[in-house]
């Protein structure tokens, strides 16, 4: 039976970041569209949901696509993968028109949104949008990564930016309200059109990337304060709140405070942190950023240092067979308390800094990849409120790539040169005692490690290039030749070089 367009947009996958999209759009008087492949999670979902805009349940496809005013605008919040292919072909053979929009607002990977919009072309708009917040976010405003059809976006823009999340327009500071049917009103809204394709969902993915280094930072924060001072969880949790009033005010920071302050629930007394098991999952976004960096060759080695650590943990019981084994120095030192407490709040903004200095450097090089144009500072401006990553620090970024959008890399922006050159003391000696102490801490190390090459007027590669000759005959450049010129020696009975001129 035809329903009457009745609907502004429609939502496709009612787990809970569908619920939540879809309430956080009906709150802001879209009427919703709903339908989910196990009918009764949708049926449930309308019967218990009563949101300003309106739900339409719908228990088909067709009836979902009929429902729909034109262009029609279906989001998908489905499993990432085949999934997302199965829904938008069901969509298309239920009647979508080749100007109607398919919003995939999962975790895609952004070279399956790119062939995705070629391959649905002329059937229908394939638009992607990255989603960012977590299950609260997407209710109550997440960021939003939106990369696609610039004149799909014309019809989305004023839904994304409703829905999105808020900062104030002056500091840059999240606004919030976690009431349902009462949203935000006014702020900026974090969501900005990314360009075409995939834009949206790499910088997505590139976002996770970040967000993988900056937990691993603090969580190393955590075992220098444990195994060098032994704080227990309620001192911990001071510490990260003494924290968040500053530079590294994030909402991660405020997780963490909190997380601390958590009681175990099963037994009387105690801490949850300390019964968490320490073996870490991941579903693959840090992965990705990781492989890009080294697809593209961007020293994005702290971001992949976040997923080895992560992959480090997973090993528990080979690492408690080893822990009974492997030998390690003492945990001794005589640095005072707070001293150490600082020098650890400096390591841990030092290596943050360089973390997205990394994830910027690599969209950069994303850009020239996939012939999209990025405006950073409105990048960072998205960043601010809603996702995961969001911290008060974004909106320095912001101010760096306001000054120049063309800003190689964020450590040469004289703000952030200057944080560094003031907290790098500290920074060093606290790697120097987590490497003396024998505490693994690879991000802060990884991190110290990019900033101290990337500073180098000279790296030892021309070992390497020497190395690479003697064996493989790969040849070299010289520091005293126009780049660009190589040339190769037989090392082992050497005469004079071989010059070999390469034009690209
Ligand atoms: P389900 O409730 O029927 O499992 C997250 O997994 C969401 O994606 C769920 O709403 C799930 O629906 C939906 N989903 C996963 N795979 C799907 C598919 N192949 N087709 C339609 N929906 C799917």
Redesign the pocket.
Known sequence: MAREATADVGL????VM?QNLALNLADHGYRVAVF???TE?MKHFVATEKPPGGLVGCETVQELVASLARPRKVIL???AG??VD??TKELIEAGMEPDDIVVDCGNSLWTDTIRREKEYAGRCKFFGSGVSGGEVGARFGPSLMPGGDPDSWKHLEPIWKAIAAKVDEKTGRPIESYAPGKPVVGGVPCTTYLGPNGAGHYVKMVHNGIEYIDMQLIAEAYTLLTNLLGMKPPELSEVFDRWNDGDLDSYLIQITRDIFAQHDPVHQEGYLVDYVLDAAGQKGTGKWTSVNALDMGIPASSIAEAVFARCMSALKEERVVASKHLDGPRRAHDERRDELVAAIRDALYCSKICAYAQGFELMREGEKEYGWSFDFAAIAGIFRGGCIIRARFLQKIMEAYSRDNGLVNLLLDPYFGDQIQKGQRSWRKVVALAATTGIAAPAFMSALAYYDGYRSERLPANLLQAQRDYFGAHTYERTDAPRGTFFHLDWTAPGRPQVEIRRP
């Open positions: 496709i996958g009612l787990a569908g989910n492949r196990t999670v919040l489905v499993k085949p999934a199965e829904v």
